[in-house]
């Protein structure tokens, strides 16, 4: 069986396997990046679209970014519509920040062209993945790739593989803890060729069920619709949909923009998070270690804020020696997660409705949200936590 050496090792080619290769790659730390979809796979899906200030500041200061800053859509806030009234919360004037949207498959290609540009390993479409000897100090990935077994002996394993990997089943149950939470609803998204409604996001909150009006470019629409968990996406006409659409987010601001839907799917909600994210030398990174309902725009952000924490670790063992990082990578990481895990289950259980709910929780999320929207303090929570947390080293 052919055997390749590496320092480490690095199993999907997401935003989190591949921006750690790169982060290693300017260090001069080899590592090799094994994908089982195939690029043009992982390069056409449709994932996030929004980086937070430090997700989009990594992408330019390390040179992959020229794309980023040219094509992205620089947000300096985002809209709340309740009771049919538009609130503003100003991104600049609260903590004087932004966001970018930039689809997450557009970060993929930025960073697969980098990789390939300076001729490191990425292979895509490789079977039969497994992980072995983490836990005695001799890690090792074995695959089969054009019909051939293959290995790779690294020093460390970093398991970027997402939720449905390898990687995080690896750990031995007892030496691992899940912590996981369902929602009892869903959400139904569109591609559509309309212009965004408004020049910023908006999240809106009825009586119906949450709806949220995004974009992926000047000409394109993203928009969402809470539906429930079971529901048949058969069952929702073009014509349903932007029925919906018009009626949760009707009230003041701009008339819905409507155009042909060339997308449309439904979407599970839930919240997950294992601990600790590390098993002798196998660390894990982004949606292997945790998932967050879309409504905080967390998911590709926290992937990228663990892979700068597993890579300055990586940089300190290899250029002094230090191990302390690497033992702490887990303990560094939660400290984000739970808190990027608080917010999202925030932001969700602010704006949806629940089957259980009865008019006096109707009543409170308007409260609510009619707080957070007339106090200072309170759109500088949702300020802070959206454009990203500052990063913690430990």
């Given at each position: 069986?052919?055997?390749?050496?590496?320092?480490?090792?690095?199993?999907?080619?997401?935003?989190?396997?591949?921006?750690?290769?790169?982060?290693?790659?300017?260090?001069?730390?080899?590592?090799?990046?094994?994908?089982?979809?195939?690029?043009?796979?992982?390069?056409?899906?449709?994932?996030?679209?929004?980086?937070?200030?430090?997700?989009?500041?990594?992408?330019?200061?390390?040179?992959?970014?020229?794309?980023?800053?040219?094509?992205?859509?620089?947000?300096?806030?985002?809209?709340?519509?309740?009771?049919?009234?538009?609130?503003?919360?100003?991104?600049?004037?609260?903590?004087?920040?932004?966001?970018?949207?930039?689809?997450?498959?557009?970060?993929?290609?930025?960073?697969?062209?980098?990789?390939?540009?300076?001729?490191?390993?990425?292979?895509?479409?490789?079977?039969?993945?497994?992980?072995?000897?983490?836990?005695?100090?001799?890690?090792?990935?074995?695959?089969?790739?054009?019909?051939?077994?293959?290995?790779?002996?690294?020093?460390?394993?970093?398991?970027?593989?997402?939720?449905?990997?390898?990687?995080r089943p690896s750990i031995p149950a007892g030496d691992i803890k899940m912590f996981d939470r369902e929602y009892p609803f869903a959400w139904l998204g569109i591609l559509a060729d309309a212009k965004p409604t408004e020049e910023e996001l908006v999240y809106a909150h009825h009586e119906r069920g949450f709806a949220l009006l995004t974009m992926r470019s000047p000409t394109v629409t993203r928009a969402y619709l809470q539906v429930a968990r079971d529901e048949d996406i058969n069952q929702w006409s073009d014509e349903r949909i932007w029925e919906e659409l018009a009626l949760r987010t009707a009230g003041e601001g701009n008339p819905l923009s409507v155009g042909k839907i060339t997308q449309k799917?439904?979407?599970?909600?839930?919240?997950?998070?294992?601990?600790?994210?590390?098993?002798?030398?196998?660390?894990?990174?982004?949606?292997?270690?945790?998932?967050?309902?879309?409504?905080?725009?967390?998911?590709?952000?926290?992937?990228?804020?663990?892979?700068?924490?597993?890579a300055r670790a990586l940089i300190a063992y290899y250029k002094s020696g230090r191990t302390d990082l690497l033992e702490a990578y887990s303990r560094t990481c939660l400290k984000r997660v739970w808190k990027v895990q608080r917010f999202s289950w925030w932001v969700t259980q602010l704006l949806h409705r629940n089957d259980q709910d009865n008019d006096f929780d109707l009543r409170r999320q308007i409260a609510d949200i009619d707080y957070l929207t007339g106090s200072r303090a309170g759109r500088m929570t949702w300020a802070e936590n959206y454009v990203g947390l500052p990063m913690e080293w430990d």
């Open positions: 069986m052919p055997r390749i050496k590496t320092r480490v090792g690095i199993v999907g080619a997401g935003p989190a396997g591949l921006l750690l290769a790169h982060l290693l790659h300017l260090e001069g730390i080899d590592s090799v990046v094994i994908e089982s979809r195939s690029r043009q796979y992982i390069e056409t899906r449709l994932r996030a679209g929004l980086l937070e200030q430090g997700s989009a500041d990594v992408m330019i200061e390390t040179g992959v970014g020229e794309r980023l800053q040219r094509e992205c859509l620089r947000h300096g806030g985002v809209y709340i519509k309740f009771r049919g009234e538009l609130k503003h919360i100003d991104f600049q004037d609260l903590v004087g920040q932004s966001v970018m949207i930039y689809a997450q498959q557009e970060v993929v290609k930025d960073l697969v062209a980098a990789r390939l540009g300076y001729n490191e390993p990425l292979m895509f479409e490789v079977g039969n993945v497994a992980v072995d000897g983490h836990a005695t100090g001799t890690p090792s990935i074995s695959f089969t790739a054009d019909g051939k077994d293959q290995a790779i002996d690294c020093d460390f394993i970093a398991g970027c593989d997402g939720f449905h990997g390898i990687c799917g439904i979407t599970d909600m839930r919240s997950f998070a294992c601990e600790p994210m590390q098993y002798g030398r196998l660390f894990l990174a982004g949606d292997a270690a945790h998932i967050v309902p879309p409504t905080g725009a967390k998911g590709m952000n926290l992937a990228i804020a663990d892979v700068r924490i597993l």
